[in-house]
T-cell receptor
Framework: GAGVSQSPRYKVTKRGQDVALRCDPI?????LYWYRQALGQGPEFLTY????????KSGLPNDRFSAERPEGSISTLTIQRTEQRDSAMYRC????????????FGQGTRLTVV | QQQVKQSPQSLIVQKGGISIINCAYE??????FPWYQQFPGKGPALLIA?????SEKKEGRFTISFNKSAKQFSLHIMDSQPGDSATYFC???????????????FGKGTKLSVIP
């Protein structure tokens, strides 16, 4: 595809359930980022991969959040034992080269925890 | 601690006018300053970006002005059009050697409305 693809677009889950959010970056892009965007706010950094290596996870809010990119392409952000405060838009972005700060964002997954 | 402060929160400009959005940053290690444009239901799209070694960068109707000593940068949209109506985010990243992830720190956004 031409852009960063995220699925599902919308996810409603009950408190306490686990969710997995998928990101398919632009083909050939080396770096992949996860951000979280609250309503009316700018995106906030969660974690970053170069190829399959998770280089920075300093933005993950707690140990219920984890991410992987096992083959250096598709990535999954997993939230365990979801809480209402996890409700937000989760955005994935990719960059063409390691060390390139240019980030191309997907349309996001809107997560609602009820 | 908010590292990138953006103003105004909302802006209404008449068609043909100049839209100006301002941002200020605190981290002097930031060395990459992009602006993103976001339409409703879409992800942020990179609009224009600047490095601190220049004071101005122009692409079409969009200009970034950068003041390193004041730690401020701004986006100017000349001849604003209704199609420019969107939310604009400034951001900053530290890309120097050893910086690691080049994570973007975003401002809170400015909702621009251009009225005919």
């Amino acid at each position: 595809g031409a852009g960063v693809s995220q699925s599902p677009r919308y996810k409603v889950t009950k408190r306490g359930q686990d969710v997995a959010l998928r990101c398919d970056p632009i083909s050939g892009h080396v770096s992949l980022y996860w951000y979280r965007q609250a309503l009316g706010q700018g995106p906030e950094f969660l974690t970053y991969f170069n190829y399959e290596a998770q280089q920075d996870k300093s933005g993950l809010p707690n140990d219920r959040f984890s991410a992987e990119r096992p083959e250096g392409s598709i990535s999954t952000l997993t939230i365990q034992r979801t809480e209402q405060r996890d409700s937000a838009m989760y955005r994935c972005a990719s960059s063409p080269r390691q060390g390139s700060p240019e980030a191309f964002f997907g349309q996001g997954t809107r997560l609602t925890v009820v | 601690q908010q590292q990138v402060k953006q103003s105004p929160q909302s802006l209404i400009v008449q068609k043909g006018g100049i839209s100006i959005i301002n941002c200020a940053y605190e981290n002097t290690a930031f060395d990459y300053f992009p602006w993103y444009q976001q339409f409703p239901g879409k992800g942020p799209a990179l609009l224009i970006a600047i490095r601190p070694d220049v004071s101005e960068k122009k692409e079409g109707r969009f200009t970034i002005s950068f003041n390193k000593s004041a730690k401020q940068f701004s986006l100017h949209i000349m001849d604003s059009q209704p199609g420019d109506s969107a939310t604009y985010f400034c951001a900053a990243a530290e890309t120097g050697s050893g910086a690691g992830s080049y994570q973007l720190t975003f401002g809170k956004g400015t909702k621009l409305s251009v009225i005919p």
